[in-house]
């Protein structure tokens, strides 16, 4: 019996962690196209992201409902096999993103910083000149590969684990059988 669940959760870490680097580097050729593009804060960037996280999740919760556990899953399992696949996504893209800035292209910085100019003039024209240096000055402090990474990490998983909680309510299918 033990046996059997070692193999689940064994079957369960490769599922999360084979759909979760796939997601992973499909975001990071994502973000490479849109660098070379010279437009990496694009807003369309963020809606690919989302539908690739989105994809992710529902692929590697139905592969593992389907092959891992006989075409069945709980709300439970559900949300916890989207979840571990964003976390292993997510772990992926605060390495890449900190390997990116501090070493193949730390001078990415002052593209993104512009970028983030530009927005906030779009989204706030009203604001004052002292208010948007004060602004840039802490973007700028903020701006490091090490706080990036994180702060990466966080979101990606933390926007999985809400997108899990979403599609699991669609991708539950519970078992006839009480028993089992």
Do not use: H
């Amino acid at each position: 019996m033990e046996e059997s669940g070692f193999a689940t959760k064994k079957s369960r870490l490769t599922t999360a962690l084979t759909n979760g680097l796939l997601v992973g580097f499909a975001i990071i050729v994502l973000f490479v196209v849109f660098y070379l593009l010279n437009d990496p804060a694009n807003q369309i960037i963020n809606y690919l992201n989302f539908a690739i996280m989105l994809a992710g999740i529902i692929f590697s919760t139905i592969v593992w409902r389907n092959d891992g556990l006989g075409g069945y899953i709980t709300y439970g399992q559900a949300v916890g096999i989207g979840s571990l696949t964003m976390v292993f996504a997510a772990l992926v893209n605060a390495i890449f993103l900190f390997i990116f800035l501090q070493f193949i292209a730390p001078d990415a910085k002052q593209m993104f910083l512009a970028a983030a100019e530009e927005q906030t003039l779009r989204r706030t024209p009203e604001i004052s000149d002292d208010q948007l240096d004060a602004m840039l000055a802490l973007t700028e402090r903020m701006f490091t590969p090490v706080i990036l990474g994180i702060s990466t990490f966080f979101s990606v998983a933390g926007i999985g684990l809400i997108f899990s909680l979403i599609t699991s309510a669609f991708l539950k299918k519970k078992n006839p059988d009480p028993f089992a």
